[in-house]
Each structure stands twice: as C-alpha cells, then as structure tokens.
C-alpha cells in the first residue's frame, strides 16, 4: 500500500515564505505519474537497479529531474550521486558528490533525512505534494516521487527522488 497521507507541515524557509506539504496517495503531475509507474513496472519484474533501469530509454526525459542518493553505512546523511538540471537549478548549486545536509538548513534536512530512510525501510513510495508559500499565495508548486532503489552492486539500497513543478 502507497505511503499514508500525512497532515500538512510546514516548514519555515525565510520571511515571509514557508513551505507547506503533505503526503499524497497517489501523484497527480504527469511525469511523476510516469516515474512512478515506470518504477511500478520494474518492481513487479524483481527490481529496480540504478545503472540498469536509469538511465534508460523510458524516463530519459525525466532524468532532468531526478536525483539519486545514497544512505551513508550509519544512516547519518544522503550522498548525491546523480542531480538532474531541475534538482541543481532547486539548489542553485552543483549538489552530485556532496551530501544532503549540505543543502538544507538542520530541521529541514532532518525531515528530509527521515523521509528518505522512512522509504527505504518500507519499501514504498512517497509522494509529496509541496507548495512554497507567501502568506496564502502560492510561490511554487512541486511534487515530490521518493522511491527506494537497488545500488549498482546489486546489495545496497538507494533513494531515487523526482521533483516535478507545476506550471
């Protein structure tokens, strides 16, 4: 079963704006409904591996938007090792190789930290509608498709992320 739907948090970002997002059943953007049937797929034929299943022919033009990270042996952060131009534009920063927390302020990272690891130990998908907000004006609205993945070395887990914003 897809990951509960969760109460809306937020998250302060800077004045004036914060982040308001919740966990959704199901995505409604078109290409993150894309991503995740195509990792449905993969899964109901055993598993989803990064270097055999992404890149690959069916979500190439998603990769823009898809990142890849990797759960250190404690658990303590997320290595990137793989940010599309949509994640590295999100960060305004080259983010392939450096690690999670880097890029986050400290209660915000934990968050997302214990989502993606939240992810791992299910085994289920995570979608999260997001929305940058000032006041009750919408800034920026995304989703977010959080998926747990097989390493190239066939015995780690990885988390695969895919950020798809709204027009």
């Not at 982040?19 to 993150?32: G, I, L, Q, R």
């Not at 305004?92 to 302020?105: H, Q, T, Y």
Request: glycine residues 8%; without cysteine; proline residues 7%.
């Amino acid at each position: 079963m897809p990951f509960q739907v969760a109460a809306t948090q937020m998250i302060a970002l800077m004045p004036g704006l914060r982040e308001d997002f919740v966990a959704v059943a199901e995505p409604s953007h078109p290409d993150a409904r894309k991503l995740l049937d195509y990792w449905r797929a993969r899964m109901a034929e055993g598993s989803f591996v990064v270097g055999r299943d992404i890149p690959a022919r069916p979500i190439a033009k998603l990769l823009r938007n898809l990142a890849i990270y990797e759960p250190l042996p404690d658990g303590s952060d997320l290595r990137v090792r793989l940010a599309g131009d949509a994640i590295r534009t999100r960060f305004d920063a080259i983010v392939k190789g450096g690690m999670l927390s880097e890029f986050f302020p400290a209660a915000e990272f934990e968050q997302h930290l214990e989502g993606a690891l939240g992810v791992l130990r299910s085994g289920e998908p995570r979608i999260i509608d997001s929305r940058l907000m000032r006041d009750d004006v919408v800034e920026l609205h995304l989703e977010v498709v959080v998926l747990p993945v097989t390493a190239p070395d066939l015995a780690g887990r990885w988390v695969l992320v895919g950020v798809f914003y709204f027009d």
